[in-house]
C-alpha cells in the first residue's frame, strides 16, 4: 500500500485543527502531488494524463507561496519568467501577494508552453466583491506581467494562459460544492469568423466552493480538496484516506 509522502504528511501534521486557516492551507496546498490533482481534474490541458505524470514532469520550476505581488509598477531586474520576482509593490496601495504561483508546461507541443496557476484560499465569504470578479483581475495581472519578461514589444502571440483558480472552502448555500469556471470564448454575432482558439483563451477563472459535506461529493476533486481543508476530521483520519484511495507518489 502506498503512503503517503513525508512532506505532506508534515503540512497537515502542522496545520492540525486549523487547515482552513490562511496559512496552513496554503502550506498544504503548495505540494505538487496535490496541485497536480488540481491540474488534472480542473484543467483542459492537463485531464488525460496521470498524476504522477503530471507531478514528475509538467512543473516548471519552484511553488511560489505568497511570494509573487498582484500588483506592480516596476519588474525586477532579474526577472527572466512570469512571476519569478518575489515581491512588487504599487505606488497607490500596499502588497498583495498571490497564494500559490508556478508554472506548468503543457504536454504534447511543439514548444515549451508555460501556463501560470495562481491557486487562492479564499476563507472570508462575507465580501462586497464577487469572487470571480477579483479573479478576473488577479489573472489580468498576470497577463499583463508577461510584458517584458514572456514576450516583448508586440510579439503578443507568445502571450501565455493564465488559470485564477479560487477555492472557498466555507461555502454556504446552494453553491456550497460546486465549480465554475469562467473564461473568454468567441460569439459570431454575423458571418462567419475562423479564428483558432489558442488566439483568444488566454484567461480561465474557477472557483470551487466547498464545505464539510463536500468530503461526501461524487465529484472526485471536490470530496479531496474537502477533505483536504476539513476541520472536522484529525490528521490521522486524512493520511488514511489519501492513501488508500490516492496516490500521492
Not at 488525460?48 to 500588483?71: P, Q, T
Not at 510584458?147 to 456550497?176: E, L, M, N, R
Not at 460569439?187 to 464545505?211: A, M
Amino acid at each position: 500500500m502506498a503512503t503517503i509522502q513525508s512532506s505532506l504528511a508534515n503540512s497537515l501534521d502542522a496545520a492540525g485543527s486549523a487547515a482552513k486557516l490562511d496559512e496552513s492551507a496554503k502550506d498544504i496546498m503548495r505540494h505538487r502531488s496535490i496541485l497536480a490533482k488540481i491540474l488534472k481534474e480542473c484543467t483542459v490541458e492537463f485531464k488525460d494524463y496521470d498524476l504522477k505524470y503530471i507531478e514528475e514532469n509538467c512543473f516548471v520550476g519552484e511553488v511560489k507561496v505568497s511570494r509573487v505581488a498582484v500588483d506592480q509598477d516596476l519588474l525586477d531586474a532579474d526577472a527572466s519568467i512570469v512571476g519569478s520576482n518575489s515581491e512588487d509593490k504599487s505606488q497607490n496601495e500596499g502588497t498583495i501577494h498571490y497564494d500559490v504561483v508556478f508554472d506548468a508546461a503543457i504536454p504534447d507541443t511543439d514548444a515549451v508552453v508555460r501556463m501560470i496557476i495562481n491557486l487562492e484560499i479564499q476563507v472570508n465569504t462575507n465580501l462586497k466583491y464577487a469572487v470571480v470578479t477579483r479573479g478576473v483581475y488577479y489573472g489580468a495581472r498576470l497577463i499583463s506581467r508577461q510584458k517584458g519578461t514572456v514576450f516583448t514589444h508586440s510579439d503578443y502571440h507568445k502571450i501565455q494562459k493564465v488559470y485564477s483558480i479560487w477555492i472557498c472552502p466555507d461555502a454556504k448555500g446552494k453553491s456550497a460544492n460546486s465549480i465554475a469556471k469562467y473564461g473568454i470564448t468567441q460569439q459570431e454575432v454575423y458571418g462567419y469568423v475562423d479564428e483558432p482558439v489558442e488566439n483568444y483563451d488566454k484567461l480561465c477563472v474557477i472557483i470551487i466552493n466547498l464545505n464539510d459535506e463536500g468530503m461526501e461529493s461524487e465529484k472526485e476533486i471536490i470530496g479531496f480538496l474537502s477533505t483536504l481543508l476539513s476541520t472536522s476530521i484529525s490528521v490521522e483520519e486524512k493520511k488514511m484516506i489519501f492513501t488508500i484511495n490516492i496516490t500521492l507518489k
